[in-house]
C-alpha cells in the first residue's frame, strides 16, 4: 500500500476544516437562573419580563465576552435595535425598561435601562454595558 504525500498547504487548509467543524458542533450557550425564553418573549421589554432576567446575563458578563454574534442571538434573540459603528463594527440594543415603541410607555428617554452588546470586527463580543 503507497501513501500519497501532502504538501503543507494541503495539510494546513484539512486541519483549518476539521476545525472549523468542530467548533460548529458546540452546544447553545446557556447561563445558569437565566431564561433565554423569556428574554425572547419580551420584544422592545414592553412586557416588563426582562427586568428579572438581567441579573443572571450581567452576572455572566465574563462568560459572555468573546462569544460569537451567532451564540449571542441564539441567546437573546434579534436585537430590539441594532448600530452599525466604525471599522464594521456594531452595538446590538436590547431594552429593559419598555421601548419608546411600546404603548402606554411612561419611561422618560433619559432613565430609560437597556443593554448594549458590542460586537467587533471580526464578529465576537468585545463589551458588555447595562445603561440606567
Known sequence: MKFQKFRKSEIYFIVFVLLNILAGCGSDLEIEAFSSEIWKSDRNGCNS????????LIGARNIL?????????????????????R???????????????????SH?????????????????????YLYK
Do not use: M, W
Not at 70 to 78: D, N, T
Not at 91 to 100: G, Q, R, S, V
Open 87 to 105: 471599522r464594521s463594527q456594531k452595538f446590538f440594543i436590547y431594552y429593559i425598561d419598555p421601548a419608546p415603541t411600546c404603548s402606554g410607555d
Open 65 to 85: 465576552l468573546g462569544k460569537s454574534e451567532h451564540e449571542i442571538l441564539s441567546l437573546l434573540g434579534r436585537p430590539d435595535k441594532n448600530e452599525l459603528y
Open 49 to 56: 419580563k426582562r427586568v428579572g432576567e438581567i441579573d443572571a
Open 108 to 128: 422618560d428617554e433619559n432613565e430609560r435601562k437597556y443593554l448594549s452588546i458590542r460586537i467587533n470586527a471580526i464578529g465576537n463580543i468585545s463589551e458588555i
